[in-house]
């Protein structure tokens, strides 16, 4: 009885196994099946994007997380001129003009860390050894730790967009040519009739003195007079030495003599000299600076000059009371010098064009003061030559600051030091840099 329990018992185990392989077996037929057609719907997609990629206009391609390219498709050679085999497993920076790899790579890195899409321009080397402006897009496949690539070629509209920035900007060299020649014959026109008519007044007043057998002259006339002309004499010189020092300066004919100075004293010197030189106007100029002596290589005649230029033209657009200091001070390894005033200001659109060559803020010709616009010009070619820099800060109505500073050097082999011009010195050129400002 209990053997044929059992052995029905097993039979039926045996049929539950046959079930369960067959319907293991019946599972694994239908996951391979539905595999299979995965793989090949998976084949058929790969073929596509790989057909769309290679008829693509762009550059498209892949890069390992060494940036060399692993996979590309035909815009390399249909834009830039390298077949295939000629960027297989090369590195992608090696096909970009070098000033613009560095800012590719920190495009990359930044793109790597964030997982976002990076869009950077770069100058991209040509097989013919030209160049063309290619913009690139990327973003990094962390999974997979590749970086995936597309560039768009826009050289023409980058040549197009430089053509126009390059006409704009030749329409406003043209514009301020036009202005400064107008503004240069008035500057020229204006001292030579001054001295013309002095010098007719003083030729009346001669004549007249003979004819009365010497008397009737007044000396104090003809001192006047003798004032006058020197001072307009003075403003001639002065346009005539900056137009003459923009031209050497743009030739490269100017050269600087380096001699170790104390700056400190030089630029306290000349502040100082023009505080006298103001003393009959409401202008106070003061001098502030917590170092006592500071040696450093430099052009005095130079430093003398943008000093004077910095002042003269503070000077020019004061107002009725008007206060301006001079500090220096050091930072990293550079003196600066600023001068600051609290006069009528600068308007920010006409910031950035004040030491540009032709440029001048006021050009109406009833203006307060004369003046070339050229005294800014000469003050950045100097501070420039001497590896330096200058800018300025402003605000409409309240004043201006002129910055400029120089690196601290030394002539190890010079032993004597200058401090500064003459005094005598000193009021000549301040008697030239002022001649064009009316009021004192």
């Not at 890069?63 to 590195?91: A, D, M, P, R, T």
């Not at 107002?319 to 609290?342: A, I, Q």
């Not at 308007?347 to 005294?375: H, M, Q, V, W």
């Not at 120089?406 to 009021?427: A, F, H, R």
């Amino acid at each position: 009885m209990f053997n044929i329990f059992d052995q029905l018992n097993d039979q039926l185990l045996i049929t539950d196994q046959v079930a369960k392989t067959q319907f293991c077996n019946a599972q694994k037929s239908i996951v391979h099946q539905h595999s299979s057609e995965k793989l090949k719907r998976y084949q058929a997609l790969e073929q596509e994007l790989q057909t769309f990629l290679s008829i693509a206009t762009d550059i498209h391609a892949i890069l390992n997380e060494h940036l060399e390219i692993i996979s590309c498709n035909n815009g390399f050679q249909n834009i830039l001129g390298w077949e295939e085999s000629e960027v297989l497993k090369k590195n992608y920076v090696e096909f970009i003009d070098y000033p613009d790899a560095v800012q590719i790579i920190t495009a990359i890195n930044e793109c790597k860390a964030s997982g976002q899409v990076a869009t950077d321009i770069a100058k991209c080397k040509c097989k013919d050894g030209k160049y063309k402006w290619i913009e690139w897009r990327g973003k990094y496949i962390a999974n997979k730790k590749i970086h995936l690539l597309t560039g768009r070629d826009i050289t023409l509209q980058k040549e197009q967009e430089e053509e126009r920035l390059a006409k704009r900007e030749a329409e406003e060299l043209e514009m301020l040519k036009d202005e400064f020649l107008i503004n240069m014959s008035h500057e020229l026109k204006t001292p030579l009739n001054v001295i013309y008519m002095t010098l007719q007044l003083e030729s009346e007043e001669i004549k007249s003195a003979l004819e009365k057998n010497g008397q009737g002259i007044e000396l104090n006339i003809l001192k006047r007079h003798d004032k006058i002309i020197q001072r307009n004499v003075y403003r001639l010189l002065r346009l005539i030495r900056n137009l003459t020092e923009i031209a050497k300066l743009e030739s490269d004919e100017y050269r600087l003599n380096f001699t170790n100075c104390d700056i400190v004293s030089i630029v306290r010197q000349i502040s100082l000299a023009v505080a006298d030189h103001m003393q009959s106007t409401k202008v106070k100029i003061t001098f502030d600076t917590d170092i006592q002596e500071l040696i450093t290589a430099c052009d005095p005649s130079a430093i003398e000059q943008i000093m004077l230029n910095l002042l003269s033209n503070t000077i020019k657009y004061r107002k009725d009371e008007s206060k301006v200091r001079v500090s220096l001070t050091v930072k990293d390894n550079k003196v600066r010098v600023t001068v600051k005033d609290n006069g009528i200001g600068i308007p920010k659109t006409e910031l950035e064009y004040i030491f540009k060559r032709f440029a001048k803020i006021d050009t109406s010709l009833n203006r307060k003061c004369e003046g070339s616009g050229t005294g800014l010009t000469v003050s950045k070619y100097l501070v420039e030559l001497h590896e330096g820099s200058i800018w300025a800060k402003s605000q409409l109505n309240k004043g201006s600051s002129f910055i400029f500073e120089i690196p601290i050097v030394q002539i190890s082999d010079e032993k004597d030091i200058y401090y500064g011009s003459t005094s005598q010195q000193i009021e000549e050129k301040c008697n030239i840099e002022f001649s064009d400002i009316y009021d004192i």
